[in-house]
């Protein structure tokens, strides 16, 4: 059965602190990763698709990179506005497959 | 160009009542997708239309959900009757193709009481 695992749950970082998301998956015939940030009470905001290991995409202080099991979030050197709840999500055959999310807080 | 657009907001139902909710895609995206987040567990997907087709109902949790999507444009996503743990944010996204990112509403959060 198709799984998407992301982890952590929750990360506090402080203003400036880089870190890294992981969303770790199995799904048979990828035919695309998606990342979306949620911020409270809005839907979920694209952020990137990645089709191929390998692949990485940048956009401000994100950046999205991945292999065969698995995609990184990096987050360099983040501000309070950063904070959002990020969602991973695979697309296999007709439907798109979420994690439970990531929760970052940046602390000013 | 507009976005995604789900009403209402906000709905409190008692068990066993009905509830409709409606989305309005972005104009010219033939995909349109419901999805739901019940307390706790990740977003999950419930059908996909394509125009006024349903491509794939599978993620449709039981007979009292009803979706359509007349004319293909808007969609509503009938519960009836609603139960309590049809409580959640039900989301509503469009794509112009499917291969690409979807771009979400802002959801709908079903209270059933």
């Known amino acids: 059965e198709d799984q998407v695992t992301q982890s952590p749950e929750a990360l506090r970082l402080q203003e400036g602190e880089s870190s890294s998301l992981n969303c770790s998956y199995t799904?048979?015939?990828?035919?695309?990763l998606f990342w979306y940030r949620q911020d409270p009470g809005k839907g979920p905001e694209f952020l990137f698709t990645?089709?191929?290991a390998g692949e990485e995409k940048e956009k401000e202080r994100l950046k999205a990179t991945l292999t065969k099991k698995e995609s990184f979030l990096h987050i360099t050197a983040p501000k309070p506005e950063d904070s959002a709840t990020y969602l991973c999500?695979?697309?296999?055959?007709?439907?798109?497959?979420f994690g439970a999310g990531t929760r970052l807080t940046v602390k000013p | 160009e507009a976005g995604v657009t789900q009403f209402p907001s906000h709905s409190v139902i008692e068990k066993g009542q009905t509830v409709t909710l409606r989305c309005d895609p972005i104009?010219?995206?033939?995909?349109l997708y419901w999805y739901r987040r019940v307390m706790g567990k990740e977003i999950k997907f419930l059908l996909h239309?394509?125009?006024?087709?349903?491509?794939?109902e599978s993620g449709m949790p039981n007979n009292r959900f009803l979706a359509e999507r007349t004319g293909g444009t808007y969609s509503t996503l009938k519960v009836q009757p609603a139960e309590l743990e049809d409580s959640g944010v039900y989301f509503c996204?469009?794509?112009?193709?499917?291969?690409?990112?979807?771009?979400f509403g802002s959801g709908t959060r079903l209270t059933v009481v």
């Open positions: 996204a469009s794509s112009r193709d499917s291969n690409y990112g979807y771009t």
């Open positions: 799904v048979s015939g990828l035919r695309g």
């Open positions: 990645l089709y191929s």
């Open positions: 999500a695979v697309q296999a055959m007709d439907d798109m497959r």
């Open positions: 104009s010219g995206h033939d995909n």
């Open positions: 239309f394509v125009k006024e087709s349903k491509q794939d």
